[in-house]
């Protein structure tokens, strides 16, 4: 059975830092990535690993945030700095099977966590 487990969600204040985490299960996954919903917005794409160690981020946290993840484990960080009450929402680990050029569509992948809340406060 596959299964994503986030943690690491909280309350911030602006300009402060956390960690998320999601640990995947069930199946060895090429892709993991995360992807936020904040209030009365769609979700959308944040930052993706590739099995291989490729990176990807979305423009406006390209500086601040960081994914980095251990293979072998079949987990993925979400390491975030210098937050902004912009960055407040639910956050979700998402994991695809294959690698796929358009890593920030959500249709590409196969499963998902239950998601985490990100509180920033101004």
């Known amino acids: 059975q596959v299964q994503l487990v986030e943690s690491g969600g909280g309350l911030v204040q602006a300009g402060g830092s956390l960690r998320l985490s999601c640990a995947a299960s069930g199946r060895t996954f090429s892709t993991l990535a995360w992807f936020r919903q904040a209030p009365g917005k769609e979700r959308e794409f944040v930052a993706a690993r590739w099995r291989s160690g490729s990176t990807f981020y979305t423009d406006s946290v390209k500086g601040r945030f960081a994914i980095f993840g251990d293979s072998a484990k079949n987990t993925v960080y979400l390491q975030m700095t210098k937050l902004k009450s912009e960055d407040t929402a639910v956050y979700y680990c998402?994991?695809?099977?294959?690698?796929?050029?358009?890593?920030?569509?959500?249709?590409?992948?196969?499963?998902w966590g239950q998601g985490t809340q990100v509180t920033v406060s101004s």
């Open positions: 998402a994991a695809a099977l294959g690698y796929y050029n358009n890593y920030d569509l959500q249709t590409k992948y196969d499963s």
